[in-house]
């Protein structure tokens, strides 16, 4: 009886409650390992998480390194700047600076082009999808990554110029420039997938379409061909430095020669200057080609007004003083207020259209900037404003006669980035709000076409 075998029914409850509770033995034993497992392997990251100091006291520190690197580069640079005969002192900080400024400024314009991304990137423009950008493309915290290093190699490179000059080193002081220059070619045709080689070949193709605009003109195009007539001056300093670097003129006086192969009176200082506006103006006339609108034809002309600008300025290292004071000079006057009123007017009333000032700065999550820019009239009369003023100074920049004042120039360029920072915001805005209305067109023609369709099937039923 105690020792028999007791056989109870497939369909007894009891049978069933013991294998469930032997099923959830096994998935409370497996559960129970996978805790186990799971708490294992939480616990390591915790220990390490916890000798990890913050991310607000990494950044903080990384700020306090990044100050001292720029004492350190400024205390080094006054130092070897003070150790030249005065009589030497401005030629030699001309030279410097004509090989670092290009950088300097190029640097300028890539932290700049950051905060338009943070701009947009926290307002409703999807600026992905106005200049055709994949997945992987640059969001503003790497645009500021590169922009810092960028910050720290140019400065770097300069100071080891002027202490490797200033100490008798004028050899390994030329090579500095040199190397740098190489390196940044280096990193922008480096054909291996490091150092975001989807975006840097994005950057050189449109660079190609820009200079054979040989197809169909994107707003991609366009967009960085106007920022290149910004950067013209910065083009004409490269091509000096080059100059210098190949005829090996570098950490010399041989080119301060107006005379010389690289002096003032090149002729390829005015034609590099043009030529980012020649771009431009192809490109508005392959847009006429592909569009038949007449509009492109005006912005065409608008580019062509930057070419007696720089052309007769040029005249005046081949000319009679007579003939230039006399004749030539109030010929390039007219042309400069020509040329910085009709591109105050293109900007004001196409490329912006302040008709239509709707989503800049209105950020996603309320925010005291937003609270004090969208909206706010005094941000329209400040952009008009400068933008005028900053149009006529422009002329400055590409007149050839007036560059004795290296730092003048410097700032009056300088000045032009903030400009086109500015102009880059209505830009692309107003092309946002085209693409908007577009679509917004589109989709009532599809719905009204829809609506008709259900009008004749219902007609028809009922016939």
Request: charged content about 15%; overall charge positive.
């Amino acid at each position: 009886m105690f020792g028999g075998q007791v056989i109870a029914p497939s369909n007894s409850p009891h049978l069933r409650k013991s294998v469930g509770d032997q099923g959830n033995g096994a998935e409370e034993g497996f559960l129970h390992s996978m805790e186990s497992n799971d708490l294992k392997s939480t616990v390591t990251p915790i220990s390490t998480v916890a000798i990890m100091p913050s991310p607000v006291l990494l950044w903080r520190f990384k700020v306090l390194l990044f100050f001292l690197w720029g004492f350190i580069c400024c205390k080094i640079g006054w130092d070897s700047v003070m150790r030249m005969s005065v009589d030497l002192r401005d030629l030699f900080l001309y030279e410097a600076f004509l090989y670092y400024n290009p950088l300097l400024l190029v640097t300028m314009m890539v932290w700049l082009w950051g905060v338009n991304l943070w701009v947009f990137a926290q307002s409703t423009i999807n600026y992905a999808k106005i200049f055709d950008l994949d997945q992987n493309h640059l969001t503003h915290r790497e645009i500021w990554k590169v922009s810092t290093w960028m910050t720290i190699i140019v400065p770097t490179s300069m100071t080891a110029y002027l202490y490797l000059y200033s100490h008798g080193e004028v050899s390994l002081a030329a090579s500095q420039p040199v190397l740098l220059y190489l390196a940044v070619v280096m990193v922008l045709i480096f054909p291996f997938d490091i150092f975001h080689l989807s975006s840097r070949y994005y950057f050189l193709r449109t660079l190609w379409r820009i200079v054979f605009p040989l197809q169909a003109i994107t707003f991609s195009d366009f967009f960085l061909a106007d920022i290149l007539t910004s950067m013209s001056k910065v083009f004409s300093d490269l091509e000096r430095s080059a100059c210098r670097m190949v005829h090996r003129q570098v950490a010399t006086i041989a080119w301060f020669e107006a005379d010389s192969v690289c002096g003032s009176h090149s002729i390829a200082i005015p034609l590099v200057l043009v030529s980012p506006y020649i771009f431009r103006l192809f490109q508005c006339l392959r847009q006429y080609k592909d569009t038949r609108e007449k509009t492109s034809l005006f912005n065409a002309l608008k580019y062509s007004t930057a070419v007696p600008v720089i052309f007769l300025s040029a005249l005046k290292y081949h000319v009679f003083p007579d003939k230039w004071t006399n004749f030539y000079r109030p010929l390039w006057l007219l042309s400069s207020v020509l040329n910085s009123l009709y591109s105050f007017y293109w900007d004001v009333t196409r490329d912006w259209d302040l008709s239509c000032f709707t989503r800049i700065f209105k950020f996603n999550k309320t925010s005291l900037c937003s609270y004090l820019l969208y909206g706010r009239k005094w941000v329209y009369f400040w952009v008009i404003g400068s933008n005028l003023i900053l149009r006529c100074t422009w002329t400055y920049k590409l007149s050839a006669h007036l560059r004795h004042n290296y730092l003048t120039v410097f700032t009056i360029t300088a000045l032009e980035m903030i400009r086109r920072f500015q102009w880059v915001f209505f830009r692309v805005e107003n092309e946002w709000n085209k693409m908007s209305s577009k679509s917004n067109l589109q989709l009532s023609m599809n719905d009204s076409s829809t609506e008709e369709a259900k009008l004749l099937a219902s007609i028809d039923h009922n016939v």
